[in-house]
Nanobody, 121 residues
């Protein structure tokens, strides 16, 4: 079993910064793409950013230039540095990861429980 735990959410004023962490633990042989998603009240979950095991990143247009995704493969941890936050960034942020539990296993996608980010105007 694999567990993803997000941390670092909270309340911040517009223009402020937060850093989210996502720590993976459990039966991990390797992890492929990891990502951050968010879901605002009444809206569908949307992609924020992804990062491959080799460090290739992809961002939603709404956060490009403000958010930075990174990962530490040795620690099985992913980060999301969020700068110049806006009220519209308010949402529950979820991390996910494609994880393989053995050298011959398949990759499965796991999700964290989410962390609330609230940006006040």
């Amino acid at each position: 079993q694999v567990h993803l735990v997000e941390s670092g959410g909270g309340l911040v004023q517009a223009g402020g910064s937060l850093r989210l962490d996502c720590a993976a633990s459990g039966s991990i042989f390797s992890m492929n793409t990891m990502g951050w998603y968010r879901q605002a009240p009444g809206k569908q979950r949307e992609l924020v950013a992804t990062i491959t095991s080799g460090g290739i990143t992809n961002y939603a247009g709404s956060v490009k230039g403000r958010f930075t995704i990174s990962r530490d493969n040795a620690k099985n941890t992913m980060y999301l540095q969020m700068n110049s936050l806006k009220p519209e960034d308010t949402a529950v942020y979820y991390c996910n990861a494609d994880v393989r539990g053995s050298s011959i296993g398949y990759f499965f996608k796991y999700w964290g429980q989410g962390t609330q980010v609230t940006v006040s105007s």
